[in-house]
């Protein structure tokens, strides 16, 4: 209890934040001050048991005078503490030297200034600790010649010897202080390089990292970790965890850093809201740093950014999910035509079906085996994309012919369907693509078109041109998409296949290789689309050079 | 004595016209309807509540099983799927049959069906 209120007073106006040096003088001119109102006390209460009433009353009042360093310290006007301190126990000595003097007491209380021409220069920098040392030691001289005059002694031969004696050991502790002080410095110089060693690597390493104390102040922070919160190193230093941390971080890790506090490193992973808004994946660890007795002085903080791990780990997941997916989807539209085939080939020869109804079958077997190939056909050119196996080769193209053509395929659903189909071919110039490859986008689009819109809806195929290319819109009344599917087809993610309005089926691969090989020639693709209203694809195909009037000149 | 009742649940039609014509010939059971998907299905279920189910587990919408989870009559129940019986372990329903496509034989069927007739 007592000890604790002595080094909170030993400890008042230190701040982390000064310079190392400072921070000692700080702590000397305390340590000074305590021992001065400590002596001055424990002088003044001998000094009246030994009835010497005026310098118990200097000594009291002295200790009171004292206290002052103490406000002006706390209030961190440290160089002026400093200085009042050195003045106030020169008039001190000088006071009691007096005294004692005019009480004709043969003490010798001069002397003390010895120890006290050394305060200044501990205290102070510069010049000023030199004349502040020697006008001590002439004040020392003044209160030796004093005593001669008033006790009445003669300035003989002795005198002189006393003086040159004073002289000389004042000019060997000067020379010792001054050396001393030299290498203390030199020390410290140390200890700054030191630390700007330090910091040229913690700043360097791509990690957020500090070190904070017991108390949750922050001793050590890289300008990662600053940065982090928008702050300079120097703004972080000496301050308070939970003034730094804002809540939400706060929050999770008050936790953590109490765990550490009894002695056991935490590790986390989570994701944090930044001040800057800005969210990250972050990985980290808090690691007690234990003192000889195994006590926990201080807990280092190491936290770095794994956004781009976590990132990846994503889109890896994602890919193996496109692969289940893929898997789910094959094994299903490639089993079940395969599975009916065996079947019936299994079954015909128990004589369970005739053979009537056998050939009945046959128009139904031809159609399931035309779109297993189909089928077939889509999976592997979609893998052979995905394993950059397809090029383009380029020709021109006319745009209103592929359309044509794959309307004339799929005359059958149109009619069946009593779908309003129309066409308005109005481009005039050829495109420059795969011809190959904008048929299969075409057959694509049109079949979906035609897949999702009910008995008596419409689709219309447009194309048109403009300066630097053809157009082809492909618009349905169907039922349309909400817009997190249009985002997930724009990806080129595979879409789980829906069954069409008549039951037509599909792998729902046909859009992600689609757009795959328009994006390989070079087109651009937009996807329009609402539910219940029905969507719009537009391709923008690059034109041919060949449109180009040619240039006679 | 009465015949027993027997609903198909299939979504691929073709498949579905198969197990209609091998299930016919079992002269103790009658067929009384096909469903491709799981909302007619779970009507079906409720409305005429057969004795006899073959039961598809793909089927867009809900899967096969899943409509079973849902309604309350709990038919004897043949499950028919591509896949192998380990899919069964993702659902809570009983069966008396797993057959996994394609059909072996017509009397593959026929001998399921038999099960169920004789299930008590």
């Known amino acids: 209890m007592a000890s604790s209120l002595i080094s909170r007073i030993l400890k008042i106006g230190l701040q982390t934040t000064v310079p190392i040096l400072q921070y000692r003088q700080i702590l000397i001119t305390n340590y000074l001050t305590f021992f001065c109102i400590c002596g001055a006390l424990f002088m003044g209460l001998v000094t009246i048991f030994f009835k010497l009433y005026a310098i118990a009353i200097t000594c009291l009042i002295g200790s009171l005078f004292f206290l002052l360093v103490f406000y002006l310290n706390h209030n961190r006007y440290y160089r002026a503490g400093g200085v009042y301190f050195i003045v106030l126990s020169n008039i001190m000595l000088l006071v009691l030297s007096t005294v004692s003097i005019f009480t004709q007491q043969d003490t010798n209380i001069e002397y003390i200034y010895f120890p006290l021409m050394a305060v200044p220069l501990l205290l102070l920098e510069g010049k000023i600790k030199n004349y502040s040392y020697w006008i001590t030691f002439l004040i020392l001289l003044g209160v030796k010649v004093a005593r001669v005059e008033y006790l009445g002694d003669e300035y003989g031969i002795g005198f002189l010897i006393i003086v040159l004696n004073l002289l000389f050991a004042a000019w060997l502790l000067f020379l010792f202080l001054n050396f001393f002080k030299r290498v203390l410095l030199r020390a410290v110089e140390k200890t700054n390089e030191h630390e700007k060693t330090l910091y040229s690597l913690l700043d360097n390493v791509p990690a957020y990292m500090a070190l904070v104390d017991r108390n949750g102040n922050y001793r050590i922070a890289n300008h990662h970790y600053s940065d982090l919160f928008g702050l300079e190193k120097d703004e972080i230093i000496g301050k308070k965890r939970t003034k730094i941390l804002p809540d939400n971080i706060l929050d999770t890790h008050q936790m953590n850093f109490e765990k550490a506090l009894q002695g056991e490193p935490v590790s986390f992973l989570e994701r944090d809201t930044l001040p800057s808004g800005e969210t990250i994946y972050s990985r980290g660890t808090y690691v007690p740093i234990k003192n000889s007795n195994g006590k926990v002085d201080a807990i280092s903080i190491y936290v770095a950014d794994v956004s781009e791990l976590v990132e990846a780990q994503e889109s890896l997941r994602r890919t193996s999910e496109t692969k289940d997916k893929l898997f789910s989807i094959i094994a299903h539209d490639i089993r079940s035509p395969l599975n009916l085939f065996q079947s019936l080939l299994n079954i015909s020869d128990d004589k369970a079906i005739s053979k009537d109804q056998f050939i009945s079958y046959q128009g139904e077997l031809k159609d399931r085996l035309a779109s297993l190939r189909e089928r077939l056909d889509e999976l592997l050119d979609w893998a052979r994309m995905q394993m950059g196996g397809i090029n383009a080769y380029p020709s021109e193209v006319d745009a209103n012919e592929v359309i044509k053509e794959n309307a004339n395929l799929y005359k059958t659903l149109i009619e069946g369907k009593g779908i309003n189909f129309k066409m308005k071919l109005f481009c005039e110039i050829d495109g420059w693509m795969d011809e190959n490859h904008l048929q299969v986008a075409i057959r694509n689009l049109l079949h979906n078109a035609l897949k999702y819109t009910d008995t008596g809806g419409e689709v219309l195929a447009e194309t048109s041109q403009d300066d630097d290319s053809v157009l082809i819109e492909i618009t349905d009344s169907g039922a349309g998409m909400s817009q997190e599917v249009v985002d997930s087809i724009l990806n080129k993610e595979i879409q789980k296949s829906s069954v069409g309005t008549s039951g037509e089926v599909g792998t729902g691969l046909g859009l992600s290789l689609s757009l795959g090989l328009l994006e390989k020639n070079g087109c651009i693709v937009a996807l329009e689309s609402e539910v219940g209203k029905g969507s719009t694809f537009r391709i923008w195909i690059p034109k041919s050079d060949i449109n180009d009037p040619v240039d006679l000149d | ?120």
């Open chain 2, 1 to 120: 004595m009465s015949k027993f009742t027997c609903l198909i649940i299939e979504d691929d039609k073709a498949f579905a016209d198969i197990l209609e014509s091998i299930a016919v010939k079992v002269p103790e059971i009658d067929v009384i309807g096909i469903c491709d998907n799981t909302v007619d299905a779970a009507k079906r279920l409720e409305l005429d509540k057969p004795d006899i189910l073959l039961l598809d587990v793909n089927i867009s919408g809900l899967e096969g099983p899943e409509i079973l989870e849902m309604t309350d009559h709990k038919p004897r129940t043949i499950v028919i799927t591509s896949h192998g019986e380990e899919v069964m372990e993702n659902y809570d329903i009983e069966y008396v049959e797993f057959i996994q496509k394609p059909l072996r034989s017509a009397d593959q069927l026929v001998n399921a069906i038999y099960e169920c007739i004789n299930a008590v």
